[in-house]
């Protein structure tokens, strides 16, 4: 790949964009947001890089907005129209003031209002809020819904810097995955926030939440952002973030970005967590009270590197952000736990790669690549855990013919070279074997199968060993279990949540009476978990041996958080009971309008709705 990427922009399968010939560098984003009709408005300055000879118009993905006029930055009107609607939106195609050379700039300004539906906005109403006073706004670009609030060429191969001025009502405080300049008084008892972005990011990471929240310090350059409700919760859970974010330095090199803050979002939130620069999102069903799920912020700090400062030139290659950070995720963790417990991470993750394969291998096994082909194929419908754990499986076995000192100066250059900027598989492959060649055999090197790791469906080729000590504990118990046999509490002493998890999964894998579910529950009582993980491995479970006593509990856990990672799964288990499906699908009608809509729209289709 050239340094800028060329060669792959015409490739983006989900994006109008005419990067070949212009691409965008820089967005100046004046917005208001209006809580009563749902709408974000006002105008974005899009200023962009000639790449040909000459380039006659700008091609931006937009999705559902009202466009009421484009115009130069001093005000000369520019022709325009909207093209014909892709599945991913539409293209607004801007006709430049005159011909833009290679290497020159253009700016131009384009009005226009969101649609209250877009699909990267969730307008909550106060009673979604924990504080239930004020509404709250959140987006979520990822992947492809930058497009339904900011007329942009929404692919990761556009980086570029941004400003912003948003308007909210003065009772609300707003934030961006930018560092905040700024707030003043508005009209009619409005705020004026203003933010800037100096490092050139990917449209997906452009972010923007609003509400009634308050902040806490939890480190020289983070503090905590949430509702007043779950402020002390989250400044405990989220103690060790320098501690992450140092040994993350160690692993990657300097964290580049300024802050590393933390929003905790409302329950509707779709993710675990999203990385947004110097501001991650996550959800509140992190909030255990024992910091066991705190690996997922040691997840979104790892990506501060592996994709936010070294992006996926296309969703095709999403691997590279997720199996690099699951990565990097397991070398922070190893850091702070040791190995012992890093190590049952990956035993979990490749459990979970196991499960999401073999759903797909049913549906759509071409999704089982690490490097599938998304033409006509909305990224939100290929995510899964294959990018991320098939992704790790490779780089865990690449480390292992590299060897772990060699390994770390390799990824230390990978994101040196490529820092603010966009790669692809194959540079990933010619940089590891120039890099390998003099310092592993030549026939070790050959035995690499590159083909099948990226383009082979199903299960990684290789099957990598992982440290099973604590696996083992759990194995021997979960038998007992299985057998029939009485077991106390006594032998968990000592236990933390992700050897609970295993041992669910274990249990999830053997045919368990609801008798022995029942019991289960009455011994551990993981229905009553503030331990999200544990709640919903146990929920699977008891839908699994049909155990009816438990489906209220599983049905109100759904409807009251929205985090995809348990709604899916939990919703499909249901669907996949006759007895249960009527009340699955009665529990989403009834509370469809509480999730996001990327989820929405996902858990519909689960259900056949």
Same mark, same amino acid.
């Given at each position: 790949a050239?340094?800028?990427?060329?060669?792959h922009?015409?490739?983006?399968?989900n994006?109008?964009?005419?990067?070949t010939?212009i691409?965008?560098s820089?967005?100046?984003?004046?917005l208001?947001?209006?809580?009563e009709?749902h709408?974000?408005?006002g105008?974005?300055d899009?200023t962009?890089?000639g790449?040909?000879?000459s380039?006659?118009k700008?091609v931006?993905d937009?999705?559902?907005e009202?466009?009421?006029?484009v115009?130069t930055?001093?005000?000369e009107?520019?022709?325009w129209?909207?093209?014909d609607p892709t599945?991913?939106g539409?293209s607004?195609?801007i006709n430049?003031p005159?011909?833009?050379a290679?290497?020159?700039k253009?700016t131009?300004r384009?009005?226009?209002?969101?649609s209250?539906?877009?699909?990267?906005?969730q307008?909550?109403?106060?009673?979604?809020?924990?504080?239930?006073?004020?509404?709250?706004l959140?987006?979520?670009?990822?992947?492809?819904h930058a497009r339904?609030?900011v007329?942009s060429?929404d692919?990761p191969?556009a980086? /570029?810097?941004?400003?912003?001025?948003?308007?909210v009502?003065?009772?609300?405080?707003?934030?961006?995955s930018?560092?905040?300049?700024?707030?003043?008084?508005?009209?009619?008892?409005?705020?004026?926030y203003s933010f800037?972005?100096?490092i050139?990011?990917? /449209?997906?990471?452009?972010?923007?939440a609003a509400?009634?929240?308050?902040?806490?310090?939890?480190?020289?350059?983070?503090c905590?952002?949430?509702?007043e409700?779950?402020?002390d919760?989250?400044? %405990?859970d989220f *103690?060790?973030t320098?501690?992450?974010?140092q040994?993350a330095?160690d692993?990657?090199g300097?964290y580049i970005? $300024?802050?590393?803050?933390?929003?905790?979002?409302?329950?509707?939130?779709p993710?675990?967590?999203?990385?947004?620069p110097?501001?991650t999102?996550v959800?509140?069903s992190l909030l *255990?009270?024992?910091? /066991?799920?705190?690996?997922?912020?040691?997840?979104?700090i790892?990506h501060?590197?592996?994709?936010?400062?070294?992006t996926n030139v296309?969703?095709e290659?999403f691997?590279?952000?997720?199996?690099f950070t699951?990565?990097v995720e397991r070398?922070?963790?190893t $850091?702070?736990?040791g190995k012992?417990?890093a190590?049952?991470?990956m035993v979990?993750?490749y459990?979970s790669?196991?499960?999401?394969?073999?759903f797909?291998?049913?549906k759509?096994a071409?999704?089982?690549?690490?490097?599938? *082909?998304? #033409?006509?194929?909305d990224p939100?419908?290929?995510f899964?855990t294959v990018p991320?754990?098939?992704?790790f499986n490779?780089l865990f076995y690449l480390?292992?013919?590299?060897?772990?000192?060699n390994?770390?100066?390799l990824?230390k250059?990978?994101?040196?070279k490529?820092?603010?900027?966009?790669?692809?598989s194959e %540079?990933?492959k010619?940089?590891?074997?120039?890099?390998a060649q003099?310092?592993v055999s030549?026939?070790v090197?050959?035995?690499?199968?590159?083909?099948?790791?990226?383009k082979g469906n199903?299960?990684?080729?290789?099957?990598?060993v992982?440290?099973?000590?604590l696996q083992?504990?759990?194995?021997a118990?979960a038998?007992k279990?299985i057998a029939?046999?009485?077991?106390?509490?006594?032998?968990?002493?000592g236990?933390f949540?992700s050897?609970?998890?295993?041992?669910l999964d274990?249990?999830g894998?053997?045919s368990?009476?609801?008798e022995?579910?029942?019991k289960?529950d009455?011994?551990?009582? =993981?229905s009553?978990?503030?331990n999200?993980?544990l709640?919903f491995?146990? =929920?699977?479970?008891a839908?699994?041996?049909g155990?009816?006593e438990?489906?209220?509990a599983?049905l109100?856990f759904?409807s009251?958080?929205?985090r995809?990672?348990?709604?899916r799964?939990t919703?499909r288990?249901?669907a996949?009971?006759?007895e249960f499906?009527?009340?699955a699908?009665?529990?989403?009608?009834?509370f469809?309008?509480?999730?996001?809509?990327?989820?929405s729209?996902?858990v519909a #289709?689960?259900l056949g709705l």
């Open positions: 050239t340094m800028c990427g060329c060669k922009q015409a490739m983006d399968p994006s109008v964009g005419n990067l010939e691409k965008t820089h967005y100046d984003l004046v208001t947001a209006n809580f009709t709408v974000l408005s105008h974005v899009v962009a890089i790449q040909a000879e380039a006659t700008l931006l937009i999705k559902d009202t466009i009421s006029s115009t930055t001093n005000g009107s520019l022709t129209e909207v093209k599945a991913f539409q607004l195609e430049l005159s011909s833009v290679k290497g020159e253009v131009v384009v009005h226009y209002e969101t209250s539906t877009a699909s990267a906005a307008w909550l109403t106060p009673e979604q809020t924990a504080g239930k006073k004020h509404p709250f959140f987006t979520q670009c990822q992947a492809i339904s609030i007329p060429q692919t191969a980086k /570029s810097t941004y400003t912003a001025k948003i308007t009502p003065g009772s609300l405080i707003a934030l961006m930018a560092i905040s300049t700024g707030v003043e008084d508005g009209e009619n008892g409005t705020k004026v800037k972005q100096e050139p990011i990917p /449209s997906y990471l452009i972010a923007l509400g009634d929240i308050v902040k806490k310090d939890i480190g020289p350059r983070s905590v952002w949430t509702e409700a779950f402020l919760a989250s400044a %405990d *103690s060790e320098e501690r992450f974010l040994i330095e692993v990657c300097p970005w $300024g802050r590393y803050d933390i929003l905790v979002l409302p329950p509707s939130f993710y675990g967590g999203m990385e947004n110097c501001l999102f959800t509140p *255990s009270g024992d910091k /066991s799920n705190a690996g997922v912020v040691a997840h979104e790892a501060s590197w592996t994709g936010n400062l070294v296309t969703w290659h691997w590279l952000n997720e199996g699951m990565f070398k922070i963790l $850091g702070i736990y012992e417990k190590h049952l991470g979990l993750g459990h790669l196991k499960e999401d394969i073999d797909f291998m049913v759509a071409d999704l089982t690549k690490l490097v599938p *082909s998304l #033409k006509g194929i939100d419908d290929a899964s991320y754990e098939k992704g490779f480390e292992g013919i590299l060897g772990e000192e390994f770390g100066v990824l250059a990978w994101l040196k490529y820092a603010k900027l966009t790669a692809d %540079d990933w010619k940089m590891f074997l120039e890099f003099d310092k030549a026939e090197l050959a035995s690499i199968d590159w083909d099948v790791w990226y199903g299960l990684p080729p290789v099957t990598n992982f440290d099973d000590t083992r504990q759990c194995q118990l038998n279990w029939g046999e009485e077991s106390t509490v006594e032998e968990t002493k236990w949540g050897q609970f998890e295993v041992f274990i249990l894998e053997a368990l009476s609801k022995t579910v029942a289960l009455s011994v551990y009582h =993981f009553a978990s503030t999200m993980e709640k491995r146990f =929920f699977l479970l839908i699994k041996s155990y009816e438990a489906i209220p599983a109100a759904v009251s958080i929205g995809m990672k348990y709604v799964p919703y288990a249901l996949a009971k006759e499906k009527p009340k699908c009665e529990t989403f009608t009834q469809k309008g509480f999730y996001h809509p990327i989820c729209t996902l #289709k689960d």
